[in-house]
């Protein structure tokens, strides 16, 4: 498969982008986790992308369509991908456009995954990642077996830096000025489809409905 999930940060696109890959092989290309390790690893990029993350902001269009374009070339795109908080913003899904055409790629669908502000905020606010595999976790329901500790790479499982309540509004803010208008541009292009993600698993059901998977 070859998607888009879109949705505001906290919608689940992550969990729902590793459920989807179990399904055929596709990968998951999440552009905050390749940004992450760029940050933990003190390379260029990261020095480049750290104070807008921390601040809840969008790092540079230039910056995030140099690594998709890379990206998007290697070898394991072929059995197909699931984007996760890419694109971002109008600029960025037009230069993708180009770009799949350009390598002859065609999208199955934009899957917006569509959440409550109150369950978003909640579900970011209890949310820690696992700083070095990036496993997902939740303090409420679904926290790592032993506390503070990654269950599957036993890395550290820690909140967010851009996961406290001041970068977490901020961060709501910016998906509404620059990432909601995606959904009206991909309506106008025919990729829109409207998942309603209470869950990971309602979300991944009805796209698997959509993409008439059993
Ligand atoms: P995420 O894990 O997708 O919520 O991304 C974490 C942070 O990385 C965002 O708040 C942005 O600072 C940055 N980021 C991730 N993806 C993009 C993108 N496509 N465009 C701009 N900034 C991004």
């Known amino acids: 498969m070859r998607l888009i999930l879109l949705g505001a940060p906290g919608a689940g696109k992550g969990t729902v982008a590793k459920m989807l890959t179990d399904l055929d092989g596709s990968i998951q290309i999440s552009t905050g986790d390749i940004l992450r390790s760029a940050v933990k690893a003190g390379t260029d990029l990261g020095k480049q992308a750290e104070a807008a993350m921390k601040a809840g902001e969008l790092v540079s269009d230039e910056l995030i369509m140099g690594i ?5 070339q290697e070898n394991d795109c072929a059995a197909g991908f699931l984007l996760d908080g890419f694109p971002r913003t109008i600029p960025q899904a037009v230069d993708l456009k180009g770009l799949l055409s350009k390598l ?9 995954l569509n959440v409550s502000r109150d369950v978003i905020l909640d579900r970011l606010i209890t949310r820690r990642t696992c700083v070095d595999c990036g496993e997902i ?5 679904n926290p790592p077996a032993k506390e503070g500790v990654c269950n599957k790479c036993v890395g550290a499982v820690v909140q967010r830096d851009d996961e406290t309540e001041e970068a977490i509004s901020k961060r709501l ?3 509404e000025e620059q990432t909601a208008p995606l959904v009206g541009h991909y309506e106008s292009e025919g990729l829109l489809v409207d998942i309603e993600a209470t869950s990971s698993v309602v979300a991944v059901d009805a796209i698997k ?6």
């Open 209 to 214: 409905r959509f993409l008439k998977i059993d």
């Open 137 to 141: 976790y939740n303090v409420k329901n």
């Open 68 to 72: 998709m374009e890379e990206r998007l």
């Open 173 to 175: 803010d910016v998906f």
């Open 104 to 112: 002859g790629i065609k999208l199955d669908g934009v899957m917006n």
